[in-house]
């Protein structure tokens, strides 16, 4: 969204501000884009809730509830921060993307008066989110409006923004880059990512089915680093039928070569793989706070756009798994028609609107 700011305003001040332990991150990846861009850190905290734990489980969990203790008072302290920072500089409009490192911001925004305008990517709104939009001047939606409360009159669906790396490709072309990858050209390919930090499940499903899987396609399994040395031990060389990579930075390369996509329900992931139109099963990590990958999966799931899979049935049933990537290898027509489906979500003008949005706020 930045570029799309900047070919409107280009003289347009942009500040970045981020929690402590992203800044490396955040300069590297808004460096690349303009290293101008000055990067700010602001002290922030988080509610932990996890799906998958009772109101009783929370509370007598004694480290859990300390750690909330704590974070509260850093979210004190990020509001005097943002409030101060705020003050030294203060623009024209916000931006939030609904992190916990957004909230301090959010509220030393609305305490201020400062126009705020918020982005939610999930199809279930997170915490942050639920407590700016009653601020908000301006909401961008990444699902259809029908999966939020969010005041109609201010709110527009505008999806994810996602890098225009993500289109379509053909068979030929998905060939010809199987063939650069290594990869054989002429088998089908599966591709599993647990995202960027990696997914233990799913790392842990590939190491079951591999052999099953590899009766009909090839694989790429893409761990994270954290499980990577471990796997590497266990698993097969790569070859030109199976590769393990901690990382990929060629990620749109690979998943537009791939035939089957197995990822986490993270709501750019979803929108990367829509606009590539990608046969994709969808494994939603349930302990994440409130379910919300449970329910940007199921926006999907009901469209009849991608398979979604329960990760403690295919934990239990490895064999549900193989048979889900075999039935999109086989039934060539069904495929289709989802991937058709899948690709009528990708919204290729998402940061065009979303920075029109922010610019006519700034107004």
């Not at 489980?57 to 943002?82: A, E, R, T």
């Not at 909230?103 to 999930?122: E, T």
């Not at 939020?148 to 880059?177: M, T, W």
């Not at 995202?195 to 842990?204: D, F, K, Q």
């Given at each position: 969204?930045?570029?799309?700011?900047?070919?409107?305003?280009?003289?347009?001040?942009?500040?970045?501000?981020?929690?402590?332990?992203?800044?490396?991150?955040?300069?590297?990846?808004?460096?690349?884009?303009?290293?101008?861009?000055?990067?700010?850190?602001?002290?922030?905290?988080?509610?932990?809730?996890?799906?998958?734990?009772?109101?009783?489980?929370?509370?007598?969990?004694?480290?859990?509830?300390?750690?909330?203790?704590?974070?509260?008072?850093?979210?004190?302290?990020?509001?005097?921060?943002?409030?101060?920072?705020?003050?030294?500089?203060?623009?024209?409009?916000?931006?939030?993307?609904?992190?916990?490192?957004?909230?301090?911001?959010?509220?030393?925004?609305?305490?201020?008066?400062?126009?705020?305008?918020?982005?939610?990517?999930?199809?279930?709104?997170?915490?942050?989110?639920?407590?700016?939009?009653?601020?908000?001047?301006?909401?961008?939606?990444?699902?259809?409006?029908?999966?939020?409360?969010?005041?109609?009159?201010?709110?527009?669906?505008?999806?994810?923004?996602?890098?225009?790396a993500f289109v379509p490709r053909s068979l030929d072309e998905k060939r010809a880059l199987k063939k650069s990858l290594g990869l054989d050209s002429a088998k089908p390919l599966t591709v599993i990512t647990g995202g960027g930090l990696g997914s233990v499940r799913l790392n842990n499903l590939i190491v079951k089915t591999l052999k099953d899987l590899q009766q009909f396609t090839s694989v790429v399994l893409v761990s994270g680093q954290g499980q990577y040395e471990e796997l590497r031990r266990t698993m097969p060389e790569d070859s030109e039928n199976f590769q393990l990579h901690a990382f990929v930075s060629t990620m749109p390369e690979l998943l537009g070569a791939a035939d089957v996509v197995v990822a986490r329900a993270g709501a750019t992931t979803i929108l990367e793989l829509a606009a590539l139109k990608a046969a994709t099963i969808l494994v939603p990590n349930e302990a994440l706070t409130g379910g919300h990958q449970i329910k940007n999966a199921a926006v999907y799931g009901e469209a009849q756009a991608a398979i979604v899979l329960d990760e403690e049935e295919i934990v239990r049933t490895p064999e549900v798994f193989v048979r889900s990537v075999k039935l999109y290898l086989g039934d060539k027509k069904t495929t289709k028609a989802m991937t058709e489906r899948f690709g009528a979500f990708a919204k290729p003008h998402a940061a065009e609107e979303m920075a029109a949005m922010v610019l006519n706020a700034a107004r």
């Amino acid at each position: 969204m930045l570029k799309e700011v900047r070919a409107v305003e280009p003289e347009a001040e942009i500040r970045f501000w981020c929690d402590k332990k992203f800044e490396a991150q955040t300069k590297k990846i808004v460096g690349a884009f303009d290293d101008a861009i000055r990067v700010d850190t602001i002290a922030s905290g988080k509610l932990r809730r996890y799906h998958h734990l009772t109101l009783m489980q929370h509370v007598l969990w004694p480290s859990l509830m300390w750690s909330n203790l704590v974070d509260s008072f850093k979210v004190l302290g990020g509001i005097i921060q943002s409030i101060y920072k705020l003050c030294m500089w203060r623009p024209d409009v916000i931006f939030t993307k609904g992190g916990f490192v957004c909230l301090p911001v959010g509220i030393a925004a609305h305490l201020l008066r400062i126009p705020l305008v918020v982005h939610d990517s999930d199809a279930h709104p997170g915490l942050t989110n639920r407590v700016l939009a009653r601020w908000a001047v301006a909401i961008g939606t990444g699902a259809p409006l029908e999966y939020y409360n969010y005041p109609k009159q201010i709110s527009k669906y505008v999806g994810v923004p996602v890098s225009d790396a993500f289109v379509p490709r053909s068979l030929d072309e998905k060939r010809a880059l199987k063939k650069s990858l290594g990869l054989d050209s002429a088998k089908p390919l599966t591709v599993i990512t647990g995202g960027g930090l990696g997914s233990v499940r799913l790392n842990n499903l590939i190491v079951k089915t591999l052999k099953d899987l590899q009766q009909f396609t090839s694989v790429v399994l893409v761990s994270g680093q954290g499980q990577y040395e471990e796997l590497r031990r266990t698993m097969p060389e790569d070859s030109e039928n199976f590769q393990l990579h901690a990382f990929v930075s060629t990620m749109p390369e690979l998943l537009g070569a791939a035939d089957v996509v197995v990822a986490r329900a993270g709501a750019t992931t979803i929108l990367e793989l829509a606009a590539l139109k990608a046969a994709t099963i969808l494994v939603p990590n349930e302990a994440l706070t409130g379910g919300h990958q449970i329910k940007n999966a199921a926006v999907y799931g009901e469209a009849q756009a991608a398979i979604v899979l329960d990760e403690e049935e295919i934990v239990r049933t490895p064999e549900v798994f193989v048979r889900s990537v075999k039935l999109y290898l086989g039934d060539k027509k069904t495929t289709k028609a989802m991937t058709e489906r899948f690709g009528a979500f990708a919204k290729p003008h998402a940061a065009e609107e979303m920075a029109a949005m922010v610019l006519n706020a700034a107004r």
